[in-house]
């Protein structure tokens, strides 16, 4: 699989790297570090990282201005990436060439042309570890290095979630002996801002509690709004919750829109996957996202989730 990725990386001019919707470190730390690996190896070829520019990630790397023109006859690979859905594109990805789908999330919709998919993987940074190790013409460099920590401390959560293996603490390793800051990784990670550090507040003042241990606050878009958070901001408060000792499971609910609902859940240990794609969504069994068009439907997510905790489901 990886001797075809490298085929193709070689046959194609233009190489155009895309992510997912509302990105995560892991998201933008593979497209940067993918991007890096080709240009040293290529630097006659053209590779664009695309999809919208979150200032909170700038840290790792901006996006670069696409036109649609540019996709014709193009390679794309999609990084991080479980379903088309999830692609931060307008569509014109669909009039590239050839596609690469390379991804850690359950292969529920493999949309590549070539479909390399570790699920097994702590994070798709990982992957792209992986391709700089194996593929001849790769060189891993500190620029590159410091885009793979952050999307593998960002997809762990500092190395706290369960899919951190031996292999992931070992990458973290060979990352660290080039001499990127990981102190300096770490901190932008942990950072957060005045607003988001008030919306915690108000979280925490305003969370519910099962008697399952099912944890779930509703934000609606006016509350919202008041906290004037940046893009991408919403995303820091979601681990906040799993630090109680007595949450199993959570989720954050936003409303982005007048009843259009963005839906993080979350586990310790009971896999809630199946719930986020029963709701239109998916992810990982400990993590995962679904959007919903509905209170009602909240109510019905929120009533499967707190199930997920209670014997057969009861």
């Given at each position: 699989m990886i001797d075809e990725?490298?085929?193709?990386?070689?046959?194609?001019?233009?190489?155009?790297?895309?992510?997912?919707?509302?990105?995560?470190?892991?998201?933008?730390?593979?497209?940067?570090?993918?991007?890096t690996l080709i240009h040293e190896a290529y630097p006659q070829k053209k590779v664009y990282v695309t999809g919208i520019d979150l200032p909170v990630l700038d840290w790792i790397g901006k996006m670069d201005n696409v036109s649609p023109e540019t996709y014709k006859d193009s390679l794309v690979i999609a990084v991080d990436t479980a379903n088309t859905e999830r692609i931060d594109n307008a569509g014109e990805y669909k009039t590239a060439d050839k596609i690469i789908k390379i991804d850690h999330h359950p292969n529920v919709d493999p949309f590549g042309d070539i479909n390399w998919v570790r699920d097994d993987f702590s994070s798709c940074a990982e992957m792209i570890f992986t391709l700089s190790q194996e593929i001849p013409t790769f060189k891993l460099t500190k620029e590159c290095a410091y885009s793979l920590y952050s999307g593998i401390v960002g997809d762990t959560n500092r190395f706290l979630y369960g899919e951190t293996s031996y292999r992931t603490l070992s990458i973290a390793a060979q990352l660290a002996k080039t001499g990127i800051n990981v102190s300096e990784i770490g901190l932008h990670e942990d950072e957060i801002s005045t607003q988001v550090a008030r919306l915690e507040a108000y979280i925490l003042d305003n969370l519910k509690i099962t008697d399952s241990g099912f944890g779930y606050?509703?934000?609606?878009?006016?509350?919202?709004?008041?906290?004037?958070?940046?893009?991408?901001?919403?995303?820091?408060?979601?681990?906040?919750?799993?630090?109680?000792?007595?949450?199993?499971?959570?989720?954050?609910?936003?409303?982005?829109?007048?009843?259009?609902?963005?839906v993080n859940l979350r586990s310790k240990n009971v896999s809630i996957n199946g719930v986020a794609e029963e709701f239109g969504g998916g992810g990982h069994p400990l993590a995962s996202g679904a959007y919903v068009g509905s209170m009602d439907q909240v109510k019905a997510l929120i009533k499967a989730m707190d199930s997920l905790n209670k014997p057969n489901g009861n």
């Open positions: 990725i490298q085929k193709n990386i070689e046959n194609y001019d233009t190489i155009i790297i895309l992510r997912h919707q509302n990105p995560d470190p892991d998201a933008i730390g593979s497209q940067t570090a993918l991007k606050i509703v934000i609606r878009k006016d509350t919202l709004d008041r906290f004037n958070l940046d893009d991408g901001e919403i995303d820091n408060v979601v681990p906040l919750i799993g630090r109680i000792n007595n949450v199993n499971n959570w989720i954050v609910v936003s409303e982005k829109d007048l009843n259009r609902f963005r």
